[in-house]
Nanobody, 122 residues
Framework: QPQLVESGGGLVQPGGSLRLSCATS????????IKWFRRAPGKEREGVSCISTSDGITDYSYFVKGRFTISRDYTKNTVYLQMNNLKPEDTAVYYC???????????????WGQGTQVTVSS
């Protein structure tokens, strides 16, 4: 199956920044929408941000509050999630996933990475 590999997570202080990377294949990057999800222990996985295949249209979940930016680099076959002004409630495992379109429905995303841990704590 096509693979997606997340990296860039770590431990940061509140107010700090991280850039997550989702490395995938050229085929996936050019054929699928890529969405970032996150899951905190004991909580349901929730959507964070998505970038569409067509025209690179993006969307962001409410709790991002304009702090995150999703982008893609076709040269590196990578989708990024720039996270600024991080808050403790952003602590979670972050996953990237590929699907036919940006959607709230998680079952529309067929391919998932294994996640990268983001911890925001003082």
């Amino acid at each position: 199956q096509p693979q997606l590999v997340e990296s860039g997570g770590g431990l940061v202080q509140p107010g700090g920044s991280l850039r997550l990377s989702c490395a995938t294949s050229e085929f996936i990057l050019n054929s699928y929408a890529i969405k970032w999800f996150r899951r905190a222990p004991g909580k349901e996985r929730e959507g964070v941000s998505c970038i569409s295949t067509s025209d690179g249209i993006t969307d962001y979940s409410y709790f991002v509050k304009g702090r995150f930016t999703i982008s893609r680099d076709y040269t590196k076959n990578t989708v990024y999630l720039q996270m600024n002004n991080l808050k403790p409630e952003d602590t979670a495992v972050y996953y990237c996933a590929a699907g036919s379109r940006c959607s709230r429905a998680q079952n529309e995303y067929n391919y998932w990475g294994q996640g990268t841990q983001v911890t925001v704590s003082s």
